[in-house]
């Protein structure tokens, strides 16, 4: 996965001499190398120059190596006044807060 400006960038790349891009776009998702391309607006879209750490490119399988869990049961708690952040007097209204808990692990990371 990748920046989709990254990804543009990858596609000016040809995988052999005059030859074709190494993004290949005739299938969905498109692939690098074989590998499933998958767009993420929340990595770097930029490389910096100096000693700063650029997360451009991220590969591996996902599904084996990477596990996402939830916690079984919700929380919903009734806020009985709720309080204007200027003058912090009661705005007459009430209000919910909802806790949930979801955790993410690496369980093999060498995976890919």
Request: glycine fraction near 8%; hydrophobic fraction near 40%; charge should be positive.
């Amino acid at each position: 996965m990748a920046n989709l400006s990254m990804i543009n960038a990858a596609r000016q790349i040809p995988l052999y001499s005059n030859g074709p891009s190494i993004v290949n776009d005739a299938t969905t998702p498109p692939r690098v190398l074989g590998w499933e391309l998958y767009k993420n607006s929340a990595m770097d879209g930029t490389i910096a120059a100096g000693a700063t750490n650029d997360y451009v490119w991220l590969s591996g399988d996902f599904r084996r190596g990477y596990q996402i869990r939830d916690r079984i049961g919700t929380v919903l708690e009734l806020i009985p006044h709720l309080f204007a952040a200027a003058n912090l007097r009661p705005t007459n209204q009430r209000g919910f807060i909802m806790h949930w808990r979801t955790a993410g692990k690496v369980i093999i990371p060498d995976s890919g």
